[in-house]
């Protein structure tokens, strides 16, 4: 499988070395073969063919003119369903296209399809969709893994080559997990870059839109794409945008990279330690300054994580009521049945579960004691990397603490499950930018992944850093 | 334990979610682990430590008080599970 | 005054706070840009934020945020520089995104206060305890089909100042002076209309009744009155309610109440939300709303003069009472009028308790009569300024100016136009008038000799026999002072 990147067929379009039908027939015959993956929840040939038409009528310049890209099913989207993943969402049509979606048709890209996710993003695995488990690509024969969550559809779709990019929201590290399981490249900005207004949300103090890409250079694109002001989002931040992809320097020498001591963590395998050294070695030949550094709030990222993220989401939920779109239970002899019996049956059981565990952290005697305490705990660990960042420039960390692991093996004990987003948790409740790279392989020749964090809105760093290793692994 | 059959009931009402006795069984469980694996917040001196609620420094932005919305009462009642007559119906509700 | 009321055993006296409900006179909704229009067809003022479609999100309304600071102002109040906006969690059919975004446990507004003014010229403060800013929810039918409720959305989002008082209130005249107060502050400030009747003004009531100087009752809440006929309607009855349960033993359950406005009972809402729990926690799709002091400078200097403000420069001016200048300025309208017709005429500021009387009694009763208000009065300020001038010359006596002021009020013309043409110019001419009387005198001997023979009281008699003759015309105290005269002799 020879994968191009998003900047050659940039070029191959321009320079008319290859049509943007030719282009997209190749991905739909792709598309079409790996149906076994369940990448996509919503997938229509006639619809992508429809978008080819369309752009071939087109005669103004775009910047990514014809590019295939995949749409997690999170972000609404006008001419495809759209469902969260969720049955709860059955039959809803937007009737709005959301501001990212919006963004990238504008350029001219061409939605292939909407990506499996976990219910709500809500999962680590992509194997709480009411449209079933996402596989990996990276699967052998009989031995189905899981490509990570809750974006796995997406992460997924790049990795397989069904598209050159696609989208996803990382809320605990939705986007860093499965791009770090599926060998791929996959940014989450800051929290604020990329506005939230049409994606159905989980945790609005945590979600944020990003990228799956194959390479670094291509992720840098993609993200100047979505990325920037947006009025109708009152968390979205007003920052200019710079053009990533021009600035993109992997001459790191003179920087200092931050290696947080609380990162090691008992029972981490051992290649997992073995690529975070190799990495740190490459960027200190690079002439980077090593510097260990300590985020001592570390331990307590998830705890906090598992407070404050199921609060706001029993919260954000509570509209899916059967009343104005979706399902409706047919058991409705008082409202109450109505919502008691549509929420039940149109809900799965992690979003359940983190509904239920939310509402009590809200209630009345319990709030100071979780939730407050959830709020107060996340100051610190915001306060912990506002100290490490005086001292270095970007952070460099192992992304997930395994390889992709076994479709359903983790599925029935929640904690050992939220332990899989314990690298990328602290950063999303900082709002930092993060990205993780491929970086290595584990004995079964699965990818593992490195992640790189830097300072607020300071995504050229983080893209500097990621391509700098990116290009000494290849 | 802290979540005992009553909190459960209590809290699935609160959030209008039915559950029969063994998904409430299972979430008992659940919840009860998840909450004494969070109980660990409690080492963490937090004494005068202002909560963060969002991360965002800015300010909060304000719109002009314009009323230019365009949607159509179709536009909205289009994915409505029930509609007559212009409204969103639902069962009836005696107040 | 003595403000208990008796029950079968005891002296009860009524403890009541009220939460005002007033809507915000703004274009578009506090968090979505669709129209506030009253009466509108049926969803047709909803926008994907206001029908809680997924990943729609609240942007705030900066003026909706000023006209709430306004009316902070307005109340006396402590107008807070930080305030957060926070979620309240319920489900309800109209209520599309599960929560109602409002102000817990920072409100933009803090403790205020505002005076009510009783007719024997006392005044009581009434304290505020905070103002916050929340959204409206969308309203349920209940009655246009037999198995289902209608929902329309377009009050969904629409912005509200919560006004919360203390129990300052004892008793339900005190509950309708207070609203009148609130609803007079809100519509000098042009924050709200005012419309009771479309419910841009409604109150839940507070309700405990209790011993004199014993501790607070239970209380129960009556929801969403929106008139202060009803308001005292529903005190009355549910205070009642509460003595007769005391009285026989019983004990007051903590209850919210709906009132019926045909049978003027109270009732506790069957769809009882069983222990509520709000779970109030921020927002986390809005930012803390902080507001600068130069902010509140500015906002500050473009308020108008209040009624508070104004009855006391009466007061002063025109040595008006309390009362009377309390009555004046309880709407806008009225001491707009009043301003209007008092300097009409520079004479006139000398009559200024004759102004009064004529606008709050004789124009006011005539608006009444044919259901018209100041706004759209016949008789403009100027026009009843000249009447008032024909009066306070003598021109005209007091008793021919209401007949004047009919004709004004059916026919448009000015009092002038009026009493030129039927020729209603009091008669003054000492020797017109002794012409007068010597008539009646000639025409009554009878009555002359009962009347020197020390039968006072005739006098009156001879007076209406005089204005009789002269068609009220003759001035009333030249009058009598020459009819008094003319029999001595």
Known sequence: MSKSSLKQTLKDLDTKKISIRELNQDYLKRIKENENLNVFIYFSEENVLKQIDNLENDNSAKKLKGIPIAIKDLFCTKSMPTTAASKILENFHPTYESFITQKLLDEGSIFVGKTNLDEFAMGSATNTSFFGNTINPLSKENEPLAPGGSSGGSAAAVAADLCLGATGTDTGGSIRQPASFCGVVGIKPTYGLCSRWGIAAFASSLDQAGIFSHNVEDASILLQSIAGFDQRDSTSAKVDIPNYFENLDDDLNGKTVGIPKEYSIDGTPMEISQIWEDAIKVLEKKGVKIKNISLPHTKYALPTYYIIAPAEASSNLARYDGVKYGFRSDEIDSLDEMYENTRAQGFGREVKRRILIGTYVLSAGYYDAYYLKAQKVRKLIANDFNNAFKECDFIVTPTAPSAAFPLNEKQNDPIKMYLNDVFTVPASLAGLPGISIPFGKDKNNLPLGIQILGKHFDEQQVFNAAVSLERSYE | MKIDKNTINKIARLSRIKLDDKESEDYIKDLNSILDWVEQLNEVNTENVEPLSNISSSILPKREDVSNDTNSSEEILENAPDNLEGFFAVPKVVE | ?489
Not at chain 3, 75 to 84: D, E, F, M, P, T
Not at chain 3, 124 to 134: M, W
Not at chain 3, 221 to 242: D, G, H, P, T
Not at chain 3, 275 to 293: G, K, M, N, T, V
């Open chain 3, 1 to 489: 005054m003595n403000n208990l009321i008796k029950g079968e055993k005891y002296d009860w006296e009524m403890v009541i706070g009220l939460e005002i409900h007033a809507q915000v006179k703004s274009n578009s909704k506090l968090f979505s840009s669709s129209s506030t229009k009253f009466g509108s067809s049926p969803n047709s003022q909803v926008s994907l934020v206001d029908a809680a479609m997924p990943g729609m999100l609240p942007v705030i309304n900066k003026y909706c945020v000023e006209q709430a600071v306004k009316t902070g102002v307005g109340l006396n109040a402590k107008i807070n520089n930080y305030s957060v906006f926070d979620r309240k969690n319920y489900f309800y059919a109209d209520l599309p995104q599960g929560y109602q975004i409002s102000q817990y446990k920072y409100p933009i507004v803090g403790e205020g206060k505002v005076t009510i003014d009783f007719k024997d010229g006392t005044s009581k403060d009434i304290r505020i305890v905070r103002l916050h800013l929340e959204q409206d929810a969308g309203k349920s039918l209940h009655d246009q089909n037999p198995s289902k409720t209608y929902v329309d959305l377009n009050r969904s989002g629409v912005a509200l100042m919560e006004i919360v008082s203390e129990p300052d209130i004892r008793t339900p005249d005190e509950a309708g002076m207070y609203i009148s107060k609130i609803r007079s502050i809100l519509m000098y400030l042009d924050t709200c209309d005012g419309n009771m009747q479309e419910g841009s003004l409604r109150a839940d009531v507070n309700i405990s009744v209790r011993k004199p100087g014993d501790e607070y009752g239970t209380r129960c809440e009556i929801k969403n009155l929106n008139s202060i006929k009803f308001i005292k309607q529903a005190i009355n009855y549910e205070a009642k309610r509460q003595i007769e349960i005391l009285e026989s033993g019983g004990s007051i359950e903590q209850n919210t109440m709906l009132f019926n406005t045909s049978t003027g009972k109270t009732r506790p809402m069957r769809n009882k939300e069983e222990a509520h729990d709000y779970r109030y926690f921020p927002d986390p799709d809005l930012l803390p709303l902080e507001i600068s002091q130069e902010e509140i400078v500015k906002i500050k200097s473009s308020i108008p003069e209040l009624p508070d403000e104004l009855k006391n420069k009466f007061i002063e001016i025109y040595r008006l009472s309390n009362y009377d200048a309390s009555v004046l300025t309880a709407e806008k309208q009225t001491s707009d009028y009043f301003n209007k017709t008092i300097n009409s005429d520079s004479e006139l500021k000398k009559y200024a308790k004759i102004v009064v009387n004529w606008i709050t009694s004789e124009l006011f009763s005539l608006l009444n009569k044919n259901n018209l208000d100041l706004n759209n009065s016949p008789v403009s300020p100027e026009n009843l300024g000249q009447l008032i001038k024909l009066i306070s010359t003598n021109e005209i006596s007091g008793k021919i100016a209401k007949d004047v002021l009919e004709d004004m009020f059916s026919s448009g013309k000015t009092a002038r136009q009026i009493v030129d043409e039927k020729g209603l110019q009091q008669v003054t001419d000492q020797g017109e008038i002794e012409k007068v009387i010597d008539e009646v005198i000639a025409e009554n001997p009878k009555m002359v000799e009962q009347y020197l023979a020390g039968k006072d009281k005739l006098l009156g008699f001879f007076v209406g026999q005089a204005m009789k003759l002269t068609k009220g015309k003759a001035n009333p105290k030249i009058l009598n002072e020459l009819l008094i005269n003319k029999l001595k002799k």
